[in-house]
T-cell receptor, first 113, second 110 residues
Framework: DSGVTQTPKHLITATGQRVTLRCSPRSGDLSVYWYQQSLDQGLQFLIQYYNGEERAKGNILERFSAQQFPDLHSELNLSSLELGDSALYFC????????????FGPGTRLLVL | QQQVKQSPQSLIVQKGGISIINCAYENTAFDYFPWYQQFPGKGPALLIAIRPDVSEKKEGRFTISFNKSAKQFSLHIMDSQPGDSATYFCAASYGNQFYFGTGTSLTVIP
């Protein structure tokens, strides 16, 4: 158990809908990272937050957004969902801004029908 | 464009054998090269990592070999065990950007 929690575990929704994925980092970790894992694209870095502020952006679509709250939990919002958004979404956390030793959560499996 | 190229896609090794997974990159700005292990239904977990100022790092049965001039690095799993059966990802990072390889599914046969 990495200490990172993600909810929900599974999510089934329809095209065009909007969903919110939630992540709680390990106790004491200030950085949160979001990743998308799909069969054809592999594991892709989406975005990083550090202590409430956006630190880095990867291949995140404009339809997706994220935020980190004062209690350091983070939410990833996915809107106008398309079939191709079906994937595993992982959250990871680390102690500080350094990207070393990221601890991954168990993931949220999103299925868009 | 795949920033980190990983091979093979899948690997079958006998118990006690050596598993070797290779990765290559182009961007010389990368300064951190971790390997992650992922079991089905779980998130990736950091296995071992190396920086480009060393050519090899060993932790137990796991060794990273790093060739800066060739822009390649590899993971060697010595005395492979059935419990090592998992998907392995290499990654490369600089600044706040992280790029993963496409993964290698390792099966260790008893």
């Amino acid at each position: 158990d990495s200490g990172v929690t993600q909810t929900p575990k599974h999510l089934i929704t329809a095209t065009g809908q909007r969903v919110t994925l939630r992540c709680s980092p390990r106790s004491g970790d200030l950085s949160v990272y979001w990743y998308q894992q799909s069969l054809d694209q592999g594991l892709q870095f989406l975005i990083q937050y550090y202590n409430g502020e956006e630190r880095a952006k990867g291949n995140i679509l404009e339809r997706f957004s994220a935020q980190q709250f004062p209690d350091l939990h983070s939410e990833l919002n996915l809107s106008s969902l398309e079939l191709g958004d079906s994937a595993l979404y992982f959250c990871a956390s680390s102690r500080d801004r350094a990207r070393e030793t990221q601890y991954f959560g168990p993931g949220t499996r999103l299925l868009v029908l | 464009q795949q920033q980190v190229k990983q091979s093979p896609q899948s690997l079958i090794v006998q118990k006690g054998g050596i598993s070797i997974i290779n990765c290559a990159y182009e961007n010389t700005a990368f300064d951190y090269f971790p390997w992650y292990q992922q079991f089905p239904g779980k998130g990736p977990a950091l296995l071992i990592a190396i920086r480009p100022d060393v050519s090899e790092k060993k932790e137990g049965r796991f060794t990273i070999s790093f060739n800066k001039s060739a822009k390649q690095f590899s993971l060697h799993i010595m005395d492979s065990q059935p419990g090592d059966s998992a998907t392995y990802f290499c990654a490369a990072s600089y600044g706040n950007q992280f790029y993963f390889g496409t993964g290698t599914s390792l099966t260790v046969i008893p």
